[in-house]
């Protein structure tokens, strides 16, 4: 009896703190799973905060700093792994003020921001620094300065409050810059407060102290400030070219602009068509390196003179065209301009303006032909010569034959270097009397119903005076 007893009481205790462990150990469990949630959340919370004003990978600054006391500083989301799987955060720098913004994130200071705009007691920040004025002593928040590279002003440490002020560049010689070619970060910030407390120095790259065979590490953000195509010009094609080279014919113009010092164009591309819309073109060279590279289409080198483009497309007499043009600088990050149109309130040369702004247009036929002849063909001072018009014109670009210019389709200019007269200057065949021995250039004018014109010159030899004969009876 005692022994069934004794094993029914061990059956029961044994049955009792086993489903006492049970629930012990899912209670421990529970609360473990809880407080994890809890770390999570308040983690993944506070990073929320900061998403709406970061981009992550659409910052332009990427890559990690180094201090001492607080270890790795992440400038971009980018940088974790899995890249801004948890928050999306990052910092910029605007590169058109040079104002940076956003955050960067430290494990164990947390967030580092690039948006203050209250300043501690006894500061205040000015709130028009730019690039032309961020320096060490214009009160500016986080800038950079194209002009020597540097980045100044304050960034801050949000956890640590007042204390958590970063200065940037200011009378140190190894403070922050940014090779403009390579987007690299070089040098070191600072931060240190009243009885020495603070992180000291934040280092922007390995090669500040060597390292970078131990750690390879460094921040680097694209600074290249796009490139833009002004002063666009058209057609560039004036009545004495056409009149030599043919009418349908255009070299369109354009400078490139980079407010990066030492950048030059590394390629263009230009869009024509006939609506103002650079959807469904008539012409796309698409990206030119250089002449005929990487298609015929491309035919001017970079930077070289100017498009032309009767060599890639073929004109029609009388049509409008619009036309756009984009180029990239030759910085390694290759930076694009956007795309520029075309829009100029008088053609180039005046001559060709057609009087609308967005387009130029194609001369309607060709230019007249100027010629001439003159009697005697070796006239002498004070001798009066006849001179013929010959001239030809066209009367519209089909049929495109030349006619002899009548009265009622051309008007005529002579005119001739000093020392001559001319009886009619207009007149289609004028006497001109030349008064010195010697050279003399005559030049005829044509101009067409449609205003065109060309000019046609010669070189007259005049001759001295015949001396007077005196008939003598011979002896």
């Not at 659409?58 to 792994?81: E, H, K, L, P």
Request: one cysteine or more.
């Amino acid at each position: 009896m005692v022994f069934e007893y004794i094993l029914i009481n061990y059956n029961f205790m044994r049955d009792y703190f086993k489903a006492k462990t049970w629930f012990i150990t899912i209670l421990i469990f529970v609360i473990a799973f809880g407080l994890s949630l809890a770390i999570v959340y308040y983690e993944l919370g506070s990073r929320q905060n900061v998403r709406i004003s970061s981009a992550g990978f659409s910052d332009n600054i990427s890559g990690w700093a180094w201090n001492s006391n607080i270890g790795w500083v992440s400038f971009n989301c980018t940088n974790d792994d899995p890249a801004c799987g948890s928050s999306n955060y990052g910092v910029s720098i605007d590169l058109t003020s040079g104002h940076f913004s956003g955050y960067a994130w430290s494990p164990n200071v947390g967030w580092i921001s690039f948006n203050e705009i209250n300043p501690p007691d006894n500061y205040a920040f000015n709130s028009s620094c730019a690039s032309s004025n961020c320096n060490g002593s214009n009160n500016c928040t986080a800038c950079y300065n194209w002009a020597d590279s540097k980045v100044y002003g304050w960034g801050k440490i949000l956890t640590m409050g007042d204390n958590g002020w970063i200065k940037f560049n200011d009378t140190w010689p190894n403070g922050v810059l940014i090779n403009q070619t390579t987007g690299d970060f070089s040098g070191w910030a600072w931060n240190a407060n009243d009885g020495d407390s603070g992180i000291g120095w934040i280092s922007f790259n390995c090669a500040n102290d060597s390292s970078c065979d131990t750690s390879n590490y460094k921040v680097t953000g694209n600074v290249n400030r796009p490139p833009s195509a002004t002063a666009l010009t058209a057609p560039n094609w004036s009545f004495s070219e056409a009149g030599q080279y043919g009418a349908l014919k255009a070299k369109l113009g354009w400078i490139f602009s980079d407010p990066d010092a030492g950048q030059n164009e590394y390629a263009y591309q230009v869009i024509v068509n006939t609506s103002n819309s650079v959807v469904n073109p008539i012409f796309d060279s698409g990206q030119c390196f250089g002449y005929n590279n990487p298609t015929d289409k491309c035919k001017i080198d970079v930077g070289v003179g100017q498009f032309p483009v009767n060599s890639a497309m073929t004109l029609n007499y009388n049509a409008p065209y619009y036309w756009w043009v984009k180029v990239w600088d030759d910085n390694i990050t290759h930076k694009a301009s956007i795309l520029a149109q075309y829009n100029s309130a008088q053609d180039t040369p005046l001559q060709a303006d057609d009087g609308a702004p967005l387009t130029f247009t194609a001369y309607k036929h060709e230019m007249p032909i100027a010629s001439f002849t003159h009697f005697s063909d070796n006239p002498s001072r004070s001798e009066q010569v006849k001179f013929t018009n010959n001239s030809k014109v066209y009367l519209s670009s089909a049929p495109n034959t030349a006619i002899n210019c009548t009265t009622d389709q051309c008007t005529y200019f002579w005119s001739a270097t000093a020392g001559a007269s001319i009886n009619d200057a207009a007149t289609t065949s004028p006497i001109i009397t030349f008064n010195s021995a010697g050279n003399s250039t005559v030049t005829l004018k044509v101009t067409d119903n449609n205003g065109y014109y060309i000019s046609a010159s010669d070189v007259i030899n005049i001759n001295a005076q015949l001396p007077k004969w005196k008939e003598v009876k011979p002896e």
